[in-house]
């Protein structure tokens, strides 16, 4: 049982909006930042998002990251196939003096 | 370029110590946070320690506290991971990453793991 709950699945036609759910608790994302990764089959995780709603150098602007109270979401505007992946939103949680990760989230493109 | 290169992984009994390593280089070791994360076959990220830029502060999971240590060499820019008591569920392949800054998930570089198997 993860400390950040996400949902399992999700799914979307190319071209379209996906969200991604990502909910905590007040000692983690209610307040610390949120991070969001993505990881292809077979590969080490990529940083999408970072704190909240930063995007790092060379991610697309079609991923964008957002947070309200204890939850936070992840955007991917005009899907892509090459967008099918697992995602994982993380934050840092004060109780447990430690990084937490939420379950992650296998993205379908249809 | 930053890389972060691990290895030490093997098949190894319950029971049983194993240390990893992570070579870093392309970047100011010492003036950066060090992580170790896991990933179960099949399963979800685990966060599993945190080491401070200068070693003098290391935070771990529950899930291992007591029985892994994490340590390193400036010196030598490496990252170690010492696991003792090992057990069948801390199967998985081993991560390091690098912390932008210490208390975040800020992961912008990753190894591509080492592969550690406990397994009688």
């Known amino acids: 049982q993860s400390v950040l709950t996400q949902p399992p699945s999700a799914s979307g036609t190319p071209g379209q909006r996906v969200t991604i759910s990502c909910s905590g608790s007040?000692?983690?994302?209610?307040?610390?930042?949120v991070y969001w990764f993505q990881q292809l089959p077979g590969t080490a995780p990529k940083l999408l998002i970072y704190r909240d709603n930063q995007r790092p150098s060379g991610v697309p602007d079609r991923f964008s990251g957002s947070k309200s109270g204890t939850s936070a979401s992840l955007a991917i505007s005009g899907l892509r196939s090459e967008d099918e992946a697992d995602y994982y939103c993380?934050?840092?949680?004060?109780?447990?003096?430690?990084?937490?990760f939420g379950g992650g989230t296998k993205l379908t493109v249809l | 370029e930053v890389q972060l290169v691990e290895s030490g992984g093997v098949v190894v009994q319950p029971g049983g110590s194993l240390t990893l390593s992570c070579a870093a280089s392309g970047f100011t070791f010492d003036d950066y946070a060090m992580h170790w994360v896991r990933q179960a076959p099949g399963k979800g990220l685990e966060w599993v320690s945190l080491i401070t830029w200068d070693g003098g502060s290391t935070y771990y999971a529950d899930s291992v506290k007591g029985r892994f240590t994490t340590s390193r060499d400036n010196s030598k820019n490496s990252l170690y991971l010492q696991m003792n008591s090992l057990r069948p569920e801390d199967t998985a392949l081993y991560h390091c990453?690098?912390?932008?800054?210490?208390?975040?998930?800020?992961?912008?570089?990753w190894g591509q793991g080492t592969l550690v198997t406990v397994s009688s």
């Open positions: 993380a934050a840092w949680d004060d109780s447990l003096s430690g990084v937490v």
């Open positions: 007040s000692s983690n994302i209610g307040s610390n930042y």
């Open positions: 990453a690098k912390g932008e800054v210490p208390a975040a998930p800020w992961f912008e570089y």
